[in-house]
């Protein structure tokens, strides 16, 4: 009889392997380490929603002051940023920034972004489909941001 050793998990999230197809590396990490570890990277992962809510709910535990980007040097790059802060400070800001979060005010950029979707799918409808994250999202979003941010890119 044959055995099978399965081999240890390796998850690296910023490997060009895991975006490809993550959902291998999801349930091994669900069935075999909910909890893990690489510390290679230096960084956990919780794979149950349990406990990300309970890691969540514990900032002094589980801060964000280090940062949650896990590409190196990025946090140092941009400076603070209300991500990577944890309470009483992260709240403060919240409250400061929550009116550009309301239903009317997001409502008011309905027809920004549906004239910018439309100008990032129109090629991809022209070419028959195409890479929808690399193709639509990704330079949707840096795109946006750049521009809440003052380049009118």
């Known amino acids: 009889m044959t055995s099978v050793t399965k081999l240890p998990i ?10 490809d197809d993550p959902y291998p590396y999801y349930h091994r990490l669900l069935d075999e380490a909910p909890v893990y570890h690489n510390p290679d990277l230096g960084i956990w992962a919780l794979s ?12 002094k535990t589980f801060s964000s002051a280090e940062g949650v980007n896990l590409e190196p040097g990025f946090t140092e790059l941009i400076g603070p940023e209300i991500l990577n802060m944890d309470p009483p400070r992260h709240d403060l800001l919240r409250r400061v920034v929550r009116h550009n979060f309301t239903r009317s005010t997001i409502g008011g950029y309905e027809n920004i972004v549906r004239s910018f979707a439309e100008e990032l799918l129109d090629p991809l409808i022209d070419a ?23 380049d009118p890119t």
């Open 128 to 150: 028959g489909g195409g890479d929808f994250a690399t193709d639509f999202s990704h330079p949707g979003t840096c795109a946006r941001y750049m521009q809440a941010n003052g």
């Open 10 to 19: 390796e998850y690296d999230p910023l490997s060009r392997n895991v975006p």
């Open 48 to 59: 149950r929603y349990f406990d990300v809510q309970t890691a969540f709910r514990d900032w």
